[in-house]
């Protein structure tokens, strides 16, 4: 019994903490290889000048939906897929490039962040289990929202907000906090870090940190009556802030003849991408400001890739305003940003284009020197102008050199997944079509097989080489003809015939209003094809009758762990209950806690 409650509390320890396809070969070339610098401020005003033409008619319905805007494969080799530590690991998209997570695990110790608080406890061994440290930040100088962790360092990275010198406008700035880790029950705070602007997203490479964030402008200041002083000021204020301590106490602004623009553009803000090598405490970080900010990003080893969404404009012959060409958000264009990255140094090699708006992080890739992205184009609802879905390859410099376009007319993606030199798309309307793709020819993609299922997949993560996880819901035929969303559903797909997938096993959670964090956040899935774990946080809704029109009603918050193997598919092993409204459950098992 005692043994039992013991497991239990190690438990709780971590589950809290019909198609026309075209094939298009042609080349397109990149937009540019080289940026403009602003300049001067006077450059600075007759650019946001012109990117407030272009916005005039943005109304709140032009907007992106969160459904593409949500963030967040590479090539995965086998050799990747096979390897892995004695301890679970954040859920990466590509292996050997950390994401920042609200909870980590060095195999000894668990940090969470909780609240506003972090927590660092002992769980190495069980018997020893126990809370080390914890500190609890004030809200109003720093919020924590995700962390880095090896061997010798952790670092935070926050929000820190604050008001202009006038209390003009609100400001945010991005903290990061690096301690040293000799002794976990006393942290060492050795650097801090504010970079302005909103945190958008991170890399870990190595010891290399890149941080990126964005800095919006407040333009509708400058179009206020003001003195000259004061507009002064109102524009030396509008320079990106950054402070390090390894340098100094006080704050840096990036002037005017550093920082660049991108001249496309509809983006009143600043991307701004900052780097440091961790493994060098004097060094001072590097911070690149260019107006015109993106929004998603993607990482490889090398390159870092930004995309933001592309507004089409033409310019009335009447006072030579520019207006906003209306159209569905899914027919946006993506503009994508590529940056070098060196031991935490950034440079801009090229931007490029392509038709149609992207999903998540997971719609972009870097395999062999190429640059693979899927997008959805059109409206899916339309009947003038229907959606439809693209793949695209580009080169080194962004330029198009092979693409499959017309993929699911009428649906759009709702997943995708690449591996080597294999594509894998879920799209989705009324059934689920996973699409099967050879990119290994990037001038001459193809279309290997597709399976049409009931349900969608939101996350797609590979088994093998041969098998493919998909996360998402269950769907039954309504009697319009429609869809309607019913459980949490795990596939596994047997892609062995990539000419024929098949949906080999399926297990079906719950009924409507059943759902996972997983399937808009990545990180919060535990996978080790080693020990035979599948782990996510999930809230269950049941129908308790036998009457399937029944409303669900609430039956389980907590986690569930499963096995998976190729023969019996997947077994539950364990459901741990968590009734809470906390924010969300994570998952930090240590993978040993399963040895025999």
């Not at 264009?333 to 990255?341: C, N, R």
């Not at 998540?360 to 059109?378: L, P, V």
């Not at 059943?514 to 782990?535: D, M, P, R, V």
Request: charged residues 25%; hydrophobic residues 35%.
């Amino acid at each position: 019994m005692k043994r039992y409650l013991l497991a239990v509390l190690v438990l709780i320890t971590f589950f809290i903490i019909g198609r026309t396809v075209s094939n298009d070969q042609s080349v397109t070339k990149p937009l540019g290889t080289e940026l403009p610098k602003v300049g001067s401020v006077e450059n600075f005003e007759q650019i946001l000048n012109e990117i407030n033409k272009k916005q005039i008619a943005f109304t709140n319905q032009m907007q992106p939906t969160m459904e593409f805007t949500r963030e967040a494969r590479s090539g995965i080799t086998k050799e990747a897929l096979d390897s892995g530590a004695d301890y679970s690991s954040t859920n990466v998209q590509v292996a050997g490039v950390d994401e920042a997570d609200r909870i980590k695990n060095d195999g000894a110790y668990i940090y969470q962040l909780i609240d506003n608080q972090l927590v660092i406890s002992k769980v190495n061994p069980v018997s020893e289990m126990k809370v080390v440290y914890s500190e609890r930040f004030n809200h109003n100088e720093f919020y924590p929202q995700e962390m880095y962790v090896d061997q010798e360092q952790l670092v935070l990275i926050g929000g820190r907000p604050s008001y202009d010198t006038k209390g003009n406008f609100y400001k945010e700035f991005t903290a990061v906090k690096i301690y040293h880790l000799n002794d976990r029950s006393n942290l060492e705070l050795v650097r801090e870090l504010e970079i302005e602007g909103y945190y958008s997203s991170s890399r870990k490479i190595a010891s290399a940190l890149y941080v990126v964030t964005n800095k919006h402008l407040p333009y509708y200041l400058l179009r206020e009556v003001r003195g000259k002083s004061e507009t002064q000021t109102l524009l030396e204020e509008m320079k990106p802030v950054y402070r390090d301590s390894a340098v100094s106490d006080d704050a840096q602004k990036i002037d005017w003849d550093q920082m660049y623009y991108f001249p496309s553009s509809t983006e009143s803000n600043y991307l701004i991408v900052s780097g440091l090598d961790l493994s060098e405490p004097k060094t001072p970080v590097t911070v690149n400001s260019y107006l015109g900010a993106g929004e998603s990003i993607y990482a490889s080893h090398e390159h870092l890739y930004v995309t933001r969404p592309d507004y089409q404009f033409e310019e009335s012959p009447m006072g030579k305003i520019a207006t906003f060409i209306a159209r569905p958000f899914t027919n946006l264009d993506t503009i994508i940003y590529k940056f070098k990255m060196d031991n935490g140094n950034v440079t801009f090699l090229a931007e490029g284009k392509v038709e149609g708006a992207i999903l998540n992080q997971f719609s972009m890739d870097e395999h062999n020197g190429h640059f693979r992205i899927t997008t959805t184009k059109g409206d899916m609802w339309s009947e003038s102008d229907p959606s439809e879905n693209n793949i695209y390859i580009l080169d080194k410099n962004l330029a198009i050199v092979g693409s499959i376009t017309g993929i699911a007319p009428g649906e759009r993606i709702y997943s995708a997944r690449f591996m080597g030199d294999r594509g894998y798309i879920v799209t989705f309307k009324q059934v689920d079509p996973l699409f099967v793709l050879d990119l290994k020819d990037p001038k001459n993609p193809t279309i290997l097989g597709e399976l049409k299922i009931p349900g969608f997949s939101d996350y797609l993560h590979p088994y093998d080489e041969n098998h493919l996880i998909g996360f998402g819901k269950d769907t039954i035929e309504n009697d319009m003809g429609g869809a309607m969303v019913r459980g949490f559903k795990m596939a596994l797909f047997d892609i062995t015939d990539v000419n024929n997938p098949i949906e080999k096993f399926v297990e079906i959670i719950g009924d409507s209003g059943t759902h996972s964090e997983l399937l808009y956040n990545h990180k919060a899935l535990l996978f080790s094809k080693e020990k035979n774990i599948i782990g996510f946080p999930v809230e269950v809704y049941e129908n308790k009758g036998n009457d399937r029109s029944m409303y669900p009603t609430f039956s389980f918050q907590g986690a569930y762990v499963y096995g998976l193997d190729l023969a019996n598919g997947f077994q539950l092993k364990s459901g741990l209950v968590i009734m809470t409204m906390e924010p969300p459950i994570k998952i930090g098992i240590i993978k040993n806690m399963y040895h025999d």
